[in-house]
């Protein structure tokens, strides 16, 4: 899933959200951009609620 401009993150791999910040399992910070930050909250829900996109 497209999470900002630069880059692309396979949600089974998120380790923590924040308002600012998606962290991975290797722990590293991915900043999340404003015109991305809706439709990724929607789907991270939905993933963590059906497993799937």
């Known amino acids: 899933m ?9 949600l089974d791999f998120v380790y923590d959200v924040n308002s600012k ?7 590293k910070e991915i ?3 404003k015109t991305y930050k809706k439709k990724f909250k929607l789907a991270y829900q ?3 609620l059906n497993g799937s996109l």
């Not at 497209?2 to 396979?10: F, K, T």
């Not at 910040?21 to 722990?27: Q, V």
């Open 21 to 27: 910040f998606i962290i991975l399992r290797n722990k």
């Open 46 to 48: 939905d993933y963590l």
């Open 2 to 10: 497209q999470v900002h401009r630069s880059y692309l993150i396979n």
């Open 31 to 33: 900043n999340i951009g």
